[in-house]
């Protein structure tokens, strides 16, 4: 029975550890963090201009004047920026997270996705991780900086986008404004972060993501004047299009590097044992190391970081079982290393097809996505950030294969580093997936690492005499006006 009690207990503890020492900010934020969640802004269900309304009524009751936050709307998407105004002239500073989500079907989780859930060590709900804890995060800074009177030597603007996940407008939107243009570069909240070993919890890397790969798709497109299938021609649509992938299967783009990869490869492999770790060690070293290059080919995790990768994802051939198919089509997706221009690799992939009946044809208008040299002053500071939490961990620079809105910042000339300031493991990353959750600990860790990255960059200090930080009447009336 003892043994019972005692297990129980322990568990009840276990699931909440911060709660002793969680501190006013902390309460708030979560506070916060729970309304976020509950707000379903997925593409066509219309939420982020309430989810604005609702932050600009908390950012208010913390002080902030309505002159220091702006909308800006792109259909049916709000997005917001708030700025923090700085004692001194000088290039702002941006931070940045999304306010969307990808959709969540609530009959299809075993919680309700919009309702923030606390079990077991971690939050659960949709935009838990991504990016709702960013958002959480940048409103908690704001206040907790007006609370503190604490007053940055240069402007700070702080980015809500509203769809990142789809269309990325708003985001272009605000690196066009006045407030944020003139930006020196971005912390995007929504990538970057910590890496626990899944078995152990042990922290061993942290990530800061300082570039991302240049996503594109090719369609691959056959056309025969087709006919009876009684009568099969000597050409035939499928035939042709399973060749020419099969040619796109055994290309191999040159290898590439640059030093923010071999950077991220080399302590990689100084964290890993064995031929991998080796191979990571060697490359890092000599990227004209061919045969490491080779072994890294061969690794889905590291393959994307050594060189472009195109790879075929959908196909669709043919109208009738009995009908000779007039049309054949692959659609090719392409993750490029950063520098390399999409037509170069549409070039490679007509060279690699040699067939002139195959056109290949490049989908919407990727942009090329350019590296952020990394800044020692960013770095320094996010790993003065990380190592309050998590002395000794190496901070390293990454390129990101997937992508986030950063892209849309560093081609707008805002050099972005994505510093999340959340640890996770690898198998509890559910990100636009069901059930996404984040650990407890790692929310609020992710809280204290952007208030010390907008403190430390932003050179804030304490004011002498700020004044009374009051709801005026002015507020209200302009709260009032902006709620129609
Ligand atoms: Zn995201």
């Not at 909440?16 to 997925?42: C, S």
């Not at 272009?172 to 404004?177: G, S, W």
Request: proline share 6%; with cysteine; net charge negative.
């Amino acid at each position: 029975m003892m043994r019972i009690i005692l297990a129980t207990l322990a568990l009840a503890f276990a699931s909440f550890p911060v709660l002793a020492d969680t501190t006013p900010h902390e309460v708030e934020a979560r506070e916060i963090y729970a309304r976020l969640i509950g707000f379903r802004t997925a593409a066509d269900h219309g939420q982020t201009p309430a989810m604005v309304a609702y932050l600009t009524e908390v950012l208010a009751r913390g002080g902030v004047p309505m002159a220091d936050i702006a909308t800006l709307d792109r259909g049916e998407a709000r997005a917001m920026i708030v700025r923090v105004p700085g004692r001194e002239r000088g290039r702002p500073i941006l931070f940045s997270a999304h306010m969307d989500v990808v959709d969540a079907r609530p009959e299809e989780w075993r919680r309700n996705p919009f309702q923030l859930i606390e079990e077991r060590g971690g939050f659960y709900g949709r935009g838990t991780t991504d990016n709702k804890a960013g958002v959480a995060a940048l409103v908690s800074a704001i206040l907790r900086l007006r609370a503190e009177r604490l007053q940055p030597a240069r402007d700070l603007v702080f980015g809500f986008v509203a769809d990142e996940e789809t269309t990325m407008e708003t985001t272009r939107l605000i690196a066009k404004h006045p407030w944020v243009h003139d930006a020196e570069f971005a912390i995007n909240t929504d990538a970057g972060g910590g890496l626990l070993d899944d078995v152990t919890g042990e922290p061993l890397i942290y990530l800061v993501q300082g570039a991302e790969k240049t996503y594109a798709t090719f369609d691959l497109t056959i056309t025969n004047p087709g006919g009876h299938s009684s009568r099969p021609r000597a050409d035939n649509a499928i035939y042709q299009l399973a060749r020419a992938l099969q040619k796109v299967e055994a290309y191999r783009f040159p290898v590439m590097a640059n030093d923010l990869t071999r950077a991220y490869l080399g302590a990689v492999g100084r964290a890993q044992d064995g031929e991998v770790g080796a191979a990571l060690r060697r490359f890092a070293a000599d990227p004209k190391d061919a045969a490491a290059a080779d072994l890294l080919s061969r690794s889905p995790e590291f393959v994307g970081t050594t060189r472009t990768t195109c790879v075929a994802t959908m196909l669709e051939a043919g109208h009738a079982e009995n009908a000779l198919p007039q049309t054949a089509r692959a659609t090719v997706n392409c993750r490029i290393f950063p520098g390399v221009p999409v037509e170069t690799v549409r070039d490679a992939l007509v060279a690699a097809v040699a067939d002139p009946g195959v056109r290949v044809t490049t989908r919407d208008n990727p942009e090329a996505s350019p590296v952020s040299e990394m800044r020692p002053d960013v770095m320094a500071a996010i790993e003065r950030a990380v190592h309050r939490h998590y002395p000794g961990v190496p901070v390293v620079p990454y390129l990101e294969s997937g992508g986030t809105d950063g892209k849309v910042y560093r081609l707008a000339g805002i050099p972005t580093f994505a510093s999340s300031g959340l640890f996770t493991k690898p198998s509890e990353m559910y990100a636009h997936g069901l059930d996404e959750r984040l650990p407890v600990k790692s929310f609020y860790e992710g809280l204290d690492h952007i208030y010390r990255l907008a403190v430390e960059l932003g050179g804030a200090k304490e004011l002498a005499a700020a004044p009374p930080v009051r709801l005026d009447a002015g507020v209200r009336a302009g709260l009032a006006v902006r709620r129609n």
